[in-house]
């Protein structure tokens, strides 16, 4: 079990602390330091090196989260409220996820194949706010998986 709560966590830190780093430190410094017409190209690149770590996390996520409820709790009846809260949040976050990477982010790998900035730089805004709202979403199953069963 320690083993699949390990991984859960990683998991949890790589995707939304992924998402935290891109969105309050990565994004202001390169809307200072690097020329719109070079920025779809750079968000492009890092977010194809990072969601590929956002496709393990999200398998570990499932299958750990599984484990443990089937393990520990003896079911989905078993579990209490803030884990059926993390699961649900948790497939919503995912959902956005598969959305953004099949829609957006690739228009935008198509964009910056075309080299279109102006293209690029709109798909890269569409990408910011669903993120923006993944992020919301992952803070808020972090802190119930941290303190929902002391609720």
Request: aromatic letters at 14%; a positive charge.
């Amino acid at each position: 079990m320690s083993l699949a709560i390990a991984l859960h966590v990683l998991s949890v830190v790589i995707w939304v602390g992924g998402m935290f780093f891109a969105y309050m430190a990565m994004r202001p410094a390169v809307v200072e330091a690097i020329d719109a017409s070079q920025r779809g190209a750079l968000w492009c690149h890092t977010l194809s090196r990072f969601f590929r770590w956002v496709w393990v996390a999200v398998v570990l996520l499932l299958a750990t989260g599984y484990w443990m409820i089937f393990s520990v709790f003896g079911g989905m009846a078993g579990a209490g409220w803030h884990i059926h809260a993390m699961q649900g949040l948790g497939l919503v976050m995912m959902l956005i996820y598969f959305h953004v990477y099949f829609a957006p982010f690739r228009r935008l790998k198509q964009a910056v194949a075309n080299q279109d900035p102006e293209e690029a730089g709109r798909r890269v805004g569409q990408i910011r706010m669903l993120v923006g709202t993944n992020l919301i979403l992952g803070l808020i199953v972090v802190l119930i998986g941290a303190g929902g069963r002391y609720m």
